[in-house]
Each structure stands twice: as structure tokens, then as C-alpha cells.
């Protein structure tokens, strides 16, 4: 079993600023982990996920995150940030191992907000 | 290219009443497909899942059920509906481990 914590709840930047979204995982077994994005009335997207290799994960829209398993952490960031931006963003993680269900365990999610 | 289709997209509905939600994938085979509930501020909470036809694992105890009558289509029900049951409703498909989830656009349902 596995639990994803969303440090922020919500997060309110300027436009053109730096970002950093926080996510720590814990899990008796390794995980695959995947930030997803969702703006509003919408579904799930999405930005990009970390299974193996290069603990420098890039995603869409200018999107990267760092793996880090020393502090069980997965934080998303983005150097400069537009209106656009603005949504919701969900960290998810899933057994590298298991039963065929697949499933995900999400956090809470962070609500970024750019502000002008 | 694959697509996931939900209806309808938004309802209202009494307290007590029924509720039937479909979900259609296209583009592909045998794909595990998830029901999931968002409430407001409360992140998504998985309430079904399915790994083939006619099999469906439950995650909360609820009054809500789930069916897979074609290895494509999933739907959500409820015979009598509570206030509590208001929200956000995803539909989700996937193919194997480590890959990505595919959503659906969502259903909205306020129970008055």
C-alpha cells in the first residue's frame, strides 16, 4: 500500500514566476509516479511520469519534476509561469509490482493560481 | 487514436431518485477502466475498477454499483440517490502498468 501527500493545498504566483509543486510518497514497495493536470469541469492530464532511469523528468507545457528517493519526493516545477497555468495538479503514484488493477493512489491535489 | 466519451455530461437529481452514468472507450481492447469520484476540495477517491467484462472490484462501500456489459463500456448506478452523492465523476482507462491513465471528460451530478 502506498499514500501520495500534496504539501499545498494551493499555491498563489505571479505570472512569469518560478513554481515548485511539493509531493512526498510512502510506499513499502517502489512506485511508478505521475503528476496529472486538471483545469476546471475537466478531466485529468497528463504532464509526465517517472518509472526508471534519469531522475530528471520532463513533461508538457515546459513541466519537470525531480525523483528523489532518499526523501521519497517527486516535486513538480516550472521556471516561469503563464495565466494559462492555472489549474489543478495532482501527484499519483502506482506499485511497480501487483495484480493486474493498475490502480493509482492520488494526493489531495494543489490548486496553482497565476496571478497577473 | 484512442477517445473516452462520458454522458451525460451534467445532471441534477432528487434525492431517492435513480441514476445510470455511461462511460465508452474507443480505440482500443480489454483496457482496465476506473470510476472515480472528485467531491470539492477533497481530491479523487477510486470507487470502482474493472480488469474485463462482468468483473468489477469495489473500493468504498457505498449506494452506488458498477457493471461492464461490453469489454468497452462502463457504467455507474445507484438506485436511490443521497445528497452525499453530488460531484464530480471521472471515467479512466488504461492498458498496463506504468502507463498513463486516460480520462474522460466528467460528469457532473448535483443531487438536490
Known amino acids: 500500500a502506498q499514500s501520495v501527500t500534496q504539501l499545498d493545498s494551493q499555491v498563489p504566483v505571479f505570472e512569469e514566476a518560478p513554481v515548485e509543486l511539493r509531493c512526498n510518497y510512502s510506499s513499502s514497495v517502489s512506485v511508478y509516479l505521475f503528476w496529472y493536470v486538471q483545469y476546471p469541469n475537466q478531466g485529468l492530464q497528463l504532464l509526465l511520469k517517472?518509472?526508471?532511469?534519469?531522475?530528471l523528468v520532463k513533461g508538457i507545457n515546459g513541466f519537470e519534476a525531480e525523483f528523489n528517493k532518499s526523501q521519497t519526493s517527486f516535486h513538480l516545477r516550472k521556471p516561469s509561469v503563464h495565466i494559462s497555468d492555472t489549474a489543478e495538479y495532482f501527484c499519483?503514484?502506482?506499485?511497480?509490482?501487483?495484480?493486474?488493477?493498475?490502480?493509482?493512489?492520488f494526493g489531495k491535489g494543489t490548486l496553482l493560481t497565476v496571478n497577473p | 487514436s484512442q477517445t473516452i466519451h462520458q454522458w451525460p455530461a451534467t445532471l441534477v437529481q432528487p434525492v431517492g431518485s435513480p441514476l445510470s452514468l455511461e462511460c465508452t472507450v474507443e480505440g482500443t481492447s480489454n483496457p482496465n477502466l476506473y470510476w472515480y469520484r472528485q467531491a470539492a476540495g477533497r481530491g479523487l477517491q477510486l470507487l470502482f475498477y474493472s480488469v474485463g467484462i462482468g468483473q468489477i472490484s469495489s473500493e468504498v462501500p457505498q449506494n452506488l454499483s458498477a457493471s461492464r456489459p461490453q469489454d468497452r463500456q462502463f457504467i455507474l448506478s445507484s438506485k436511490k440517490l443521497l445528497l452525499s452523492d453530488s460531484g464530480f465523476y471521472l471515467c479512466?482507462?488504461?492498458?498496463?502498468?506504468?502507463?498513463?491513465?486516460?480520462f474522460g471528460p466528467g460528469t457532473r451530478l448535483t443531487v438536490t
Open positions: 499519483a503514484a502506482q506499485s511497480e509490482w501487483g495484480g493486474s488493477n493498475y490502480k493509482l493512489t
Open positions: 517517472y518509472l526508471s532511469g534519469s531522475t
Open positions: 479512466a482507462w488504461t492498458l498496463d502498468r506504468g502507463n498513463e491513465q486516460y
